[in-house]
């Protein structure tokens, strides 16, 4: 099995202070919160950033800028910083798009339902995607159940989508009662996925997250986990900060017979899912 590659995703597009203490919000915040990551396991950073004050939502470049910044400063040159391209209700597919193209990050995530969400959006989602594939962008689709799996296949055969092999996100438990996300929810999506179309990672909601994980870890997938998702241990407890959840499931990736990629092992990796 290749080495599994972990992100974190501190904060997400909602939570704030009064969900959680530690939930980075600001520049420097988010720059501490890498560097502990990091130290925890972690090869990327799934960063979302937040407007200064109100901590809504935001795709604004500077704002990105300050907090690539921040997370370089604390953590080094090293750590793959993947920005994200996700609505939240705040910004339509066209915001999205030009928020990318304006920010060229080294990796950015794209939900395929935002940014295809019809055929009348095809066309200009498919230059989009053309154009960061182009420029070297490291990409992860996300899908949200196993309908977007057999969508994302036919997208990619139509040439919609580019490249010949893919690293993508399984959202498992997005659309369960209370979002409480269990391990088998992710094999509805490996029924139309296979090792030729690319990597898939997970993330989940609830205190099954690491449990989630280290399944995909054993079936030679990958993770995201943080306080985007979930802020609770395995045990149901409150986790103090995004490392101890980051360390829980490291530490647990033995026992699923994988060992832990380093961010320069990761980033090879990722740059030849092409």
């Given at each position: 099995?290749?080495?599994?590659i972990?992100?974190?995703?501190?904060?997400?597009?909602?939570?704030?202070?009064?969900?959680?203490?530690?939930?980075p919000?600001?520049a420097?915040?988010?720059?501490?919160?890498?560097?502990?990551?990091l130290?925890?396991?972690?090869?990327m950073i799934?960063?979302?950033?937040?407007?200064?004050?109100?901590g809504?939502?935001?795709?604004?470049?500077?704002?990105?800028?300050?907090?690539?910044?921040?997370?370089?400063?604390?953590?080094g040159?090293?750590?793959i910083?993947?920005?994200t391209?996700e609505?939240?209700?705040?910004?339509?597919?066209?915001?999205q798009?030009?928020?990318?193209?304006?920010?060229?990050?080294e990796?950015?995530?794209?939900?395929?339902?935002e940014?295809l969400?019809d055929?009348?959006?095809?066309?200009?989602?498919?230059?989009?995607?053309?154009?960061?594939?182009?420029?070297?962008?490291?990409?992860q689709?996300?899908?949200?159940?196993?309908?977007?799996?057999?969508?994302?296949?036919?997208?990619?055969?139509?040439?919609?989508i580019p490249?010949?092999?893919?690293?993508?996100?399984?959202?498992?438990?997005?659309?369960?009662?209370?979002?409480?996300?269990?391990?088998?929810?992710?094999?509805?999506?490996?029924?139309?996925?296979?090792?030729?179309?690319?990597?898939?990672?997970?993330?989940?909601?609830g205190?099954k997250?690491?449990?989630?994980?280290?399944?995909?870890l054993?079936?030679?997938?990958h993770?995201?986990?943080?306080?985007?998702?979930?802020t609770?241990?395995?045990?149901?407890s409150?986790a103090?900060?995004?490392?101890?959840?980051?360390?829980?499931?490291?530490?647990?990736?033995?026992?699923?017979?994988?060992?832990?990629?380093?961010v320069?092992?990761?980033?090879?990796y990722?740059?030849?899912?092409?």
């Amino acid at each position: 099995m290749t080495p599994a590659i972990i992100a974190v995703a501190p904060n997400g597009a909602r939570k704030l202070k009064p969900d959680h203490p530690a939930v980075p919000l600001s520049a420097d915040e988010l720059g501490l919160c890498a560097a502990q990551c990091l130290e925890a396991g972690a090869a990327m950073i799934h960063l979302h950033v937040r407007e200064p004050g109100s901590g809504r939502h935001s795709l604004d470049a500077d704002l990105y800028r300050d907090a690539i910044k921040a997370v370089r400063r604390e953590a080094g040159d090293d750590l793959i910083i993947q920005a994200t391209s996700e609505a939240a209700g705040v910004y339509d597919r066209h915001q999205q798009m030009a928020a990318m193209r304006a920010l060229m990050p080294e990796a950015c995530s794209l939900a395929v339902r935002e940014i295809l969400p019809d055929a009348e959006a095809e066309k200009e989602g498919s230059a989009f995607l053309a154009e960061l594939y182009k420029a070297g962008v490291m990409m992860q689709y996300i899908l949200y159940a196993a309908e977007d799996v057999q969508r994302f296949h036919e997208l990619k055969a139509r040439g919609i989508i580019p490249g010949e092999r893919h690293f993508v996100l399984f959202v498992l438990g997005r659309y369960t009662a209370g979002q409480k996300s269990e391990p088998a929810d992710l094999l509805p999506f490996l029924h139309d996925w296979s090792s030729t179309d690319g990597d898939f990672a997970v993330c989940a909601f609830g205190p099954k997250e690491s449990a989630c994980a280290l399944t995909a870890l054993g079936l030679n997938g990958h993770a995201r986990l943080g306080f985007e998702n979930n802020t609770l241990l395995s045990d149901g407890s409150t986790a103090p900060d995004n490392a101890a959840l980051i360390r829980q499931t490291v530490q647990a990736a033995g026992v699923m017979g994988r060992s832990i990629a380093d961010v320069k092992a990761a980033r090879a990796y990722l740059q030849n899912l092409r």
